[in-house]
Each structure stands twice: as structure tokens, then as C-alpha cells.
């Protein structure tokens, strides 16, 4: 059977924080039982002829699922076909985590936690809609290492509205004095459809300015390096070989299987995406076997452009043999003039059969990457 990883999206959250645009919905609880049966459901139908090697379930928050729910999906993972060495990571978030829902996912086999800090000072925390404060962090982080969880990834974000560069410091630094194995640092993006939006619209968000936005991230790369954190991908920094392995799935567009509302699989060259609201959801599995709102076939086109996109994220970057093997064609034959203006320019380095930004290029990787559109 071939190997392949698995995403399930929770659409669930206590309540929703101002800067999120994913498909997750406050005060829906009471369709909590009747989702996660039919979830169940599809997770049985799409993985019975594959084998997981990675597994990671997001949201929402799916620790804010009943212990009622979270023992219908045990029993639906336990089924599950797995690598030995399957990674299989839970999103969580401060203060939805107890001793009894840790120990139910031990036993369900998930050995990676990802927790949702974002900032250390509590002023930050509620002013951009989080439920929890920094005790509540600490708090679950430790009782995570008691019960046996020796693989965690924090995440943080920079860019917050009134957030100076010395909380940032401060962030990072009592973060890493945590010592994760991994460390998501994300700089604050206004989506449209969120209340940040709406202010940010209203001239009432105060945002960093660009150069001290800029200063955040170079303060990101110089901290975490002291601390022993390499930077694996733009965001992503990690212990030796600790790397998330699910996530590198997609910056390498392998083929990955996607159930839940919202959800979205990558299957040979096909793209699926379900459908975002949970009533939908729940009718079309249960009235047709899916839950389809689109399938779209990649041209070659966009697959090669996917293939750009999410590997340049990567720090080591793309390499060229595997671009030969896959499109059967030199990268020059469709990027040369845009390899070689980037390279003048001195964002991009072609060296040991590896195209890769510098650190320049990082900094300026939007632009750089709107030139591989085909």
C-alpha cells in the first residue's frame, strides 16, 4: 500500500481569535457529536488502501473537542494504517487542555503536540482575542511533559498590533527557555473577513511599522540560532531532526489525503476541497460519501508553479535533479531569464544542484516568488 499523509480539520473553537480566516465556528457545539461520527466515517472511507506516515490534526481546536468526541475519533484512528514511525501531531491551545484529554491522546498514538502560544505578555494575548494567558500555557506545557510528550512545537507570532520589539524578545527568549523541540514563528497577516480586517479598515489597528516588522524577523533568525533552533523553512525552526515531517509534505507537493469540513487532499494531480460549513458537511457525507465543493484537475501549469511556490519556502530550497525527474524537463527550459535575474539581483543562490533563496530573498520572498507564475 502506498505511503501517504493525512490531514483532519476540528471546525471547532471555544471562540474565535480576531486574526483567523480558517473554516472554524464558535457557538456551533451543539453539532460537536454528529460532525466527529461522520468524520469518523470519512476517515474510514479515504484511508483504507494507504498508509500513514505523517497524521496531523488541526483546526479549530481540537482539544476543545468532549472527551466523548475525542474517544469516537481514538476509535477511528486506532484503525488507521500506520508507519512504525508515523508522526502524528494535535494542534492545541492553553487552556483546553487537562490531564484526561493528554492521556487520551497518548493512547490514541499521537506523539507531536502543536501548541498555540503566539505571545508571553498577557496584555497581547487578550487584545488579539486569545482565551488563554501565559500561566495557562505554562501550565499545559509542563503537564504535557509529564504525561510523556517529548515532541512539542510552539507557536508565536510577530507584527501584533502595539507589540514593540522587546516583547518579541521577550516572547522568543521565555519560549525557548521552555526548550520545544520546534518553534512556529509567524508574522501577523490582516485576512479579509476577520475582525482585525474590519479595524485595520477603520484605521484602529496599530501595527508595526514595516522596518520594525522587518527588525522582528532578523531578531527571530539571530535568537533562535543562539538558542539551537535551525531555520528549516521560512517560519519553521527546529531542534536536529525535529523537523515537522507533515508539513514538509506539502512544501514538497506530495500527495496527502484530507478529511473534515474545509479540508483539502492533493491526490494524484487532483485537487479536493470539502465543504467549509459543518452542516454541509455532514449532509453530503452522509447522503453521498463526500462532501466535495470542488475537484479541479492540476495543469501542468499550476503544478509546477505549486512546486516553485512551496519549495523555495523551504531554506535548503528546490533541488534540481528532483525538478528533472518529476517534469521531465531542466528547470531552465521554464525559469531561466527568472533564475538568472534573481540571482543578479541576489535573492536567489544556484549552487550544489539547489536552487535556494538567500536571506535577502526571504525577506523579499513574495516578490520573488510572483516571478515563477507561469
Known sequence: MKEISLYIHIPFC???????????????????????????????????????KTIFIGGGTPTYLSLECLNYLKEAMLKVNKTMDCEFTV??????????????????????????????Q??????????????????????????GFNNINVDIMFGLPNQSIEQWRETINKVCELSP???????????????????????????????????????????????????????????????????????????????????HSFMNNLRYRNEEKIEEYIMGMNSKNNSYAEIKENTLEDTIEEFMFMGLRKIEGIKESVFKNRFKKDIDFFYKEVIEKHRANGLLKRENNSIFLTERGIELSNYVMSDFIL
Open 14 to 52: 471555544k471562540k474565535k481569535c480576531w486574526y483567523c480566516d480558517f473554516p472554524s465556528f464558535c457557538g456551533k457545539d451543539y453539532l460537536m457529536v454528529d460532525y466527529v461520527k461522520t468524520l469518523t466515517k470519512e476517515i474510514a472511507l479515504r484511508t483504507e488502501n494507504y498508509i500513514m
Open 181 to 263: 523541540e520546534h518553534i512556529s514563528s509567524y508574522s501577523l497577516i490582516i485576512e479579509e473577513d476577520t475582525p482585525f480586517y474590519n479595524l485595520y479598515k477603520e484605521n484602529k489597528l496599530n501595527l508595526p511599522q514595516e522596518n520594525i516588522e522587518r527588525s522582528m524577523y532578523l531578531e527571530t533568525l539571530k535568537l533562535l540560532k543562539g538558542f539551537g533552533y535551525n531555520q528549516y523553512e521560512i517560519s519553521n525552526y527546529s531542534k536536529a531532526h525535529k523537523e515537522c515531517r507533515h508539513n514538509l509534505v506539502y512544501w514538497n507537493l506530495e500527495d496527502y489525503i484530507g478529511c473534515g469540513s474545509g479540508a
Open 122 to 147: 498577557n496584555e497581547l494575548l487578550k487584545s488579539i482575542g486569545r482565551i488563554h494567558d501565559m500561566n495557562d500555557f505554562i501550565d499545559n506545557y509542563k503537564l504535557a511533559r509529564k504525561i
Open 91 to 120: 494542534e492545541c491551545n492553553p487552556g483546553t487542555l487537562n490531564e484526561d484529554i493528554l492521556k487520551l491522546l497518548k493512547s490514541m498514538g499521537v506523539n507531536r503536540l502543536s501548541i498555540g502560544l503566539q505571545a508571553v
